[in-house]
Nanobody
Framework: EVQLVESGGGLAQPGGSLRLSCAAS????????MSWVRQAPGKGLEWVSS????????MYSESQKGRFTISRDNTKNTVYLQMNSLETQDTAVYYC????????????????????WGQGTQVTVSS
């Protein structure tokens, strides 16, 4: 059974930092790209970041580029999201997700849909 368990959320002040972790089990972790997706209060799901199977390729939404860093440790079956310079607009439930498929289009690495999700971890940015 695929399991994804997020941790590390909490309350942070604007300009502060948090590091989210997602522990994976039940599948061959290093065979899959992974993503972080968030949902702000009253809004839909928003893709945040993705990382390929070995960490060599990372992708970010424009609003997180330069502030967030995704990484993974395949020896620990864990993917991380380091969030710096947090803003109130970053308040959301953050979900870890396994990427269903990846492909190349015009030489660019692309992420397909997500097929497994964690339960989410709440991040609140407030002074």
């Amino acid at each position: 059974e695929v399991q994804l368990v997020e941790s590390g959320g909490g309350l942070a002040q604007p300009g502060g930092s948090l590091r989210l972790s997602c522990a994976a089990s039940g599948f061959s972790f290093d065979n899959y790209a992974m993503s972080w997706v968030r949902q702000a209060p009253g809004k839909g799901l928003e893709w945040v970041s993705s990382i390929n199977w070995n960490g060599a390729i990372t992708m970010y939404s424009e609003s997180q580029k330069g502030r967030f860093t995704i990484s993974r440790d395949n020896t620990k079956n864990t993917v991380y999201l380091q969030m710096n310079s947090l803003e109130t607009q970053d308040t959301a439930v953050y979900y870890c997700a396994r990427v269903e498929e990846t492909y190349y289009r015009a030489g660019n690495y692309c992420i397909g849909g997500m097929d497994s999700w964690g339960q989410g971890t709440q991040v609140t940015v407030s002074s």
